[in-house]
């Protein structure tokens, strides 16, 4: 059983039981994991932390995930769609500014007209930037068909978290029903990597009735999936949902940001030259949140660029950080946070998904 750090041999793939002993520990353990994924971040992607300006479309949701504020039964919240002047104007901020990328997320959706609307929407954003601003995408289970025509368009990443690989767990914070299958979930990301996408996904951490196994068994299947890029965070209760009303966490929200640092260094380890993301729930719970995951093992940083009167309404979970924020401050304030850890803004660039050249 390993109970040190230092009986880990780095240079073989890692064990199941090994990844959860890392995602575990804590003291001198833990700072010598974090130490070490950092020391490899750079080495292998360099001191640059690319932005990816995040545009939060719109909150309307077909779908009921029990753990989220903005699902489809939650009443409480009201419901908005940016027109599309408006996407753009963010879009505009986001070149400007010399982020090298926007993602266009929103809740999930796939009638025709929303099809067609993010399909132009693309299309003008290449557009407007000369064709220079990388566009992500993060809008849900789609068709292979609709990804593809996406694609051709111009968007080039996606991301969709598998949110957990343990079937019995998903299906616990799902519906019971076509929409909500884990199935689904693994054909859509085989499809995204089909198409041609950076392919990122990820999970959330500290669910109720997950256990350190599943976490580990989480990374083994970022890694065998090949996923280009991850975005982790921990799991935050919402108080309107279902899931907070009815389970608690396992784990303490201090414990939940320990084990997704952890996580973060862990897979940087695993997968040195993938894109890892600092993930926004992390700074819910510190406020230096995605600072200590920059230092530990992410280069990616996705700032709010939704205009600042909607932003309340696309609240995950409680205690969503930025959310009476102009673009400006969230600008300002993140520079100076990534000067803070050392590293470098790799701003005007895509910054792009070693991992997924390297497989070409
Ligand atoms: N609707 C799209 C989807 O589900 O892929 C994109 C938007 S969805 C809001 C983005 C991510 O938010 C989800 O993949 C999920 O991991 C995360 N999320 C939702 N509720 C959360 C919660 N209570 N705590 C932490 N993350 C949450
Ligand atoms: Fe909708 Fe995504 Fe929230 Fe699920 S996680 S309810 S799909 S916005």
């Known amino acids: 059983m390993t109970t040190n750090i230092n009986q880990i041999d780095f240079k073989?793939?890692?064990?199941?039981?090994?990844?959860?002993?890392?995602?575990?520990c804590s003291g001198d353990n833990s700072k010598a994991l974090r130490e070490m994924?950092?020391?490899?971040?750079?080495?292998?992607?360099?001191?640059?932390?690319?932005?990816?300006g995040l545009i939060e479309l719109s909150n309307i949701c077909i779908k009921d995930c029990f753990y989220c504020g903005i699902r489809k039964s939650n009443t409480k919240v009201p419901r908005y769609n940016l027109d599309d002047e408006a996407i753009i104007q963010a879009a505009r901020y986001a070149f400007e500014n010399r982020y090298g990328s926007v993602v266009l997320q929103s809740g999930e959706r796939f009638d025709d007209e929303f099809i067609d609307r993010i399909d132009k929407l693309i299309k003008r954003i290449k557009e407007i930037s000369d064709n220079k601003i990388g566009i992500t995408l993060s809008l849900g289970e789609q068709t292979k068909e609709t990804y593809q025509k996406w694609f051709n368009s111009g968007a080039?990443?996606?991301?969709?978290?598998?949110?957990?690989?343990?079937?019995?767990?998903?299906?616990?914070?799902?519906?019971e029903n076509e929409l909500h299958s884990f199935e689904r979930r693994?054909?859509?990301?085989?499809?995204?990597?089909?198409?041609?996408?950076?392919?990122?996904?990820?999970?959330?951490?500290?669910?109720?009735?997950?256990?350190?196994s599943d976490l580990a068994n989480d990374l083994l299947f970022l890694k065998e999936f090949d996923i280009d890029m991850v975005g982790m965070g921990p799991y935050i209760e919402?108080?309107?949902?279902?899931?907070?009303?009815?389970?608690?966490?396992p784990y303490t929200q201090?414990?939940?940001?320990?084990?997704?640092?952890?996580?973060i260094a862990t897979l940087r380890l695993m997968m040195p030259d993938i894109n890892i993301a600092a993930s926004t729930a992390l700074q819910a719970?510190?406020?230096?949140?995605?600072?200590?995951?920059?230092?530990?093992?992410?280069?990616?940083?996705?700032?709010?660029?939704?205009?600042?009167?909607?932003?309340k309404n696309y609240q995950l979970y409680n205690n969503k950080p930025c959310i009476d924020e102009?673009?400006?401050?969230?600008?300002?304030?993140?520079?100076?946070?990534?000067?803070?850890?050392?590293?470098?803004?790799?701003?005007?660039?895509?910054?792009?998904?070693?991992?997924?050249?390297?497989?070409?």
């Open 12 to 24: 073989k793939s890692l064990s199941g039981e090994e990844i959860a002993f890392l995602i575990g």
């Open 326 to 360: 102009s673009a400006d401050d969230c600008l300002s304030c993140l520079q100076m946070r990534i000067a803070f850890t050392g590293r470098e803004t790799g701003l005007g660039e895509w910054g792009d998904s070693l991992h997924f050249f390297k497989k070409q």
């Open 254 to 263: 201090e414990e939940r940001l320990k084990m997704t640092l952890n996580m």
């Open 285 to 311: 719970i510190d406020p230096m949140g995605r600072e200590k995951a920059i230092k530990c093992g992410a280069n990616i940083i996705m700032p709010n660029i939704t205009p600042a009167a909607e932003r």
């Open 37 to 52: 994924a950092g020391q490899k971040t750079i080495e292998i992607r360099g001191s640059k932390v690319w932005f990816r």
């Open 156 to 175: 080039h990443r996606y991301l969709l978290r598998v949110e957990t690989t343990s079937k019995d767990l998903y299906q616990k914070l799902h519906p």
């Open 186 to 212: 693994l054909e859509a990301l085989k499809a995204l990597q089909e198409v041609g996408y950076q392919t990122g996904s990820g999970v959330m951490v500290g669910l109720p009735g997950q256990t350190i």
């Open 238 to 249: 919402h108080e309107d949902t279902p899931l907070a009303k009815s389970h608690q966490s």
